[in-house]
């Protein structure tokens, strides 16, 4: 619209110019160096126009001549950088695809195109991890670290380097040194909890995977590693003769996770150690109602001070009321009361247990002994 406007308004101005010449005829002599020239206005006029179009036509041309060089180093760029564009889209397919040569062939294409980048590095890393070249690969993720942009993947690549080497120590100071660069990177703080549980900083791992939970709350994955974080550190603590700490850790760590046996036998046997009978028993009966094992039955016979085996039975008959219909509680009820010999109590275990299906080998190992034991009554 605009360039239609300023057409119009030249035509206009060209119209009215003709018009008026037409109105005021009229010629133009020019004297120079004893020679005279005589023209009409019209002729003047159409010959410093066409005097002025080639003067302006000469000088695009000069700079369009000066120009060329330039324009070809513009368009050649452009070209080794949709080369380059093109190499890392290739690079990238090879590394997900763990490619070893292509990823070779393409990381140097990328050093050729894009010279300043330092993805070279990092691809021709990768590339050389994945061949096991691990002298190869540091230099090349060494080199990737001392450019800023790409410090964090450097000391990750290290931190991979490291663990294919199986050298933990070091995977874990150079996942410390990618966490400067980058303090959100999970999938690092992850693999470092794992390493640390592995070297038994279980410090290291607590503090790793409590910045985790805090991100997510309800993992369940994570809550199983710091309890196992906990049990460690706790039988460390025990291993001291420093039974508060390791008791400590260990209710915290059923916090998590209350129904693991290991755990859970811990807890029992910190409890007794510090002279809490009472609260091991305790303990015994809500371990029984989260998970019955046949572990807990000498423990709770013990803590109970039971001595005969009709003592025994009725001890049992409270610990297995806190699970009464799980099949652990049938199998060590009936297993009491043949030692005690009460064959009625023995027959209803045992046949609830048939009722349900359950034909374990425990199941009919307990069925002839209570035939053997009542025929020899």
């Known amino acids: 619209m605009r360039t239609l406007l300023l057409i119009l308004i030249q035509a206009v101005l060209l119209t009215l110019l003709a018009f008026w010449y037409q109105q005021n005829p009229g010629t133009l002599q020019i004297e120079w ?12 006029l159409i010959l410093t126009a066409a005097l002025v179009g080639g003067f302006y036509m000469v000088v695009r041309l000069i700079l369009n001549i000066f120009h060329i060089p330039s324009f070809f180093r513009s368009r050649y760029a452009k070209y080794n ?9 290739d690079s990238l397919i090879a590394f997900l695809a763990q490619d070893t040569h292509l990823l070779k ?13 330092p993805l070279n590095f ?26 800023e942009s790409m410090a ?13 080497q199986n050298d933990l120590p070091k995977a874990i100071a150079y996942g410390d040194l990618s966490l400067t660069q980058n303090q959100n990177a999970l999938p690092v703080r992850k693999k470092i909890a794992d390493l640390s549980l592995e070297v038994r900083q279980y410090d290291r791992a607590l503090q790793e995977l409590n910045y985790l939970l805090r991100l997510s709350p309800g993992s369940i994955s994570l809550m199983k590693k710091k309890s196992k974080a906990l049990y460690f550190l706790a039988l460390d603590f025990k291993e001291k003769t420093h039974l508060k700490e390791a008791l400590s850790c260990v209710e915290k760590a059923l916090k998590l996770t209350p129904d693991v046996h290991d755990l859970l036998m811990l807890y029992i046997t910190l409890l007794r150690e ?19 094992h046949k572990d807990f039955t000498p423990l709770y016979l013990d803590v109970k001070s039971s001595k005969t085996d009709l003592e025994n039975f009725k001890a049992i008959q409270r610990l297995v009321s806190f699970a009464p219909d799980h099949p652990e509680s049938y ?12 064959w009625g109590p023995a027959h209803d275990a045992l046949n609830k247990l048939i009722d349900r299906g359950i034909k374990s080998k425990a199941v009919y190992k ?6 053997k034991a009542e025929k020899k009554k």
Not at 81 to 89: F, L, S
Not at 105 to 117: N, Q
């Open 366 to 371: 307990l069925m002839a002994n209570l035939e």
């Open 152 to 164: 964090f993947a450097g000391y990750y690549g290290l931190m991979k380097s490291a663990l294919a």
């Open 81 to 89: 950088q949709m080369r380059g564009v093109h190499a890392i889209e």
């Open 274 to 292: 510090i002279g809490k009978e009472r609260a091991a028993g305790k303990a015994i009966e809500k371990a029984w109602q989260i998970a019955p």
């Open 33 to 44: 160096l004893g020679y005279t020239i005589e023209v009409s206005i019209a002729v003047f």
């Open 122 to 147: 990092f691809f021709r890393g990768e590339a050389a991890l994945l061949a096991k070249d691990f002298a190869k690969a540091d230099a090349l993720f060494k080199n990737l670290t001392k450019h």
């Open 331 to 342: 199998i060590t009820l009936a297993h009491y009361a043949i030692r005690a010999q009460l």
């Open 105 to 117: 062939k393409t990381g140097k294409y990328v050093g050729s195109f894009l010279k300043k980048s």
